[in-house]
Each structure stands twice: as C-alpha cells, then as structure tokens.
C-alpha cells in the first residue's frame, strides 16, 4: 500500500498518461518526483553512484521507450521498484569480476525485498524534519549548520558563542537522538546523513 502524504503524486495517472497519451510532462513529473527515490533504491544493489544513476535513468529510458508495453500489475511504485531491481541484477550478472551469486550475498541487504522501506526524497525528508524537531534546539541548530549549511565546528562556535568542543557534543548528542528517533530508516538514511 502506497504511503500517502502532502502533495503525493498519483504515479498510476502519471504511467497512465504516459502509456495511453504519449504525455511528455507526465514522464518529466515522473522523472523528477521519483529519480532520487529509486537512485537511494539501487544503492541496495550496486556500490557506485555514477552506476546507480546510469541505471535508473536507463529504466526510464526503457518505460518512455516501451510506453506503449507498459503494464502495470501489481501498483505502479512496485512497477518501478521491479524494473530497477531487474536492471540492477542484470547489470550484476555481467560483472566478469565474481560470481553473480557471491555479488548478490554481499550487496543486498536483508531489507532489499520489503518494499515498504522504499521512500521518496520528500518523504524521507519530512521524516528527518519530524525527528530534528523533537531535538533540543541548540542540538538542532548545530546539526543543521554543521551537516546543511557545511559550518565548520569554529564557524558554529563563533556564530553561537559557544566552544568547539560544545559544538561537537551537541553535534554528537543530536546524531544520538536522531539515530533513536529515526532507527526503522537507517539503512535510508546512513551515508546520507550520518
């Protein structure tokens, strides 16, 4: 069952105008709404960035390619789900380095088959957002600076007036809290955020 929240796109409607109009827009909206989603996805399968990416913007190659193919079984968002996975095991399979099933064991976490942990980029953002508002708000304001805003521990210190090494328990107190917080979406969000 699809997650539901504000401004949700209707990915049905979108492979629907997409396969029965031939409706550009609805294959941008698409794109923009889902490419960052499905690249955290991938990263279930294949190490590199620049190899997720390629992936996933092939798969939407293939659904406006195949537009007039497409159909859709079970939701459109495990239809996206499936045709990543595919690519990324079909991409596994002709790796001439090891055995595919040796890849395989050492790639995919056991969280790889629950659909349910696939997020969008909005919804894992109003996550991160619900869980540094329940924050103190000097650790909130030192995470923020520190991991959005790219301050340097001094810059913090200074525009805080506080020391560096408060800076840095702050920083270490809000990792801990929202690792609690946030702990059934970790793998989501680990080498994004912490």
Known sequence: MEKEHAGAVNIELLLWNI???????????????????????????????ETREDIVQDVFFSIW???????????????LLTCVRNHCLNFLRHQPTESFDQIIQENIPVYAENNDDFYTLTELQEL???????????YRRVFELNRFEDKSYGEIAESMDISTRTVERYKNKAIELLKKELKDYLPLFIGHLF
């Open 19 to 49: 396969s029965t109009n031939d409706d550009e827009s609805s294959f941008r909206n698409l794109f923009e709404y889902y490419y960052p989603a499905l690249c955290l996805y991938a990263k279930r399968f294949i190490k590199e960035r």
């Open 65 to 79: 390619e195949n537009r007039k193919y497409i159909s859709v079984q079970t939701s459109a968002r495990n239809y």
């Open 128 to 138: 991160l957002a619900k869980a540094l508002a329940k924050l103190p708000e000097d």
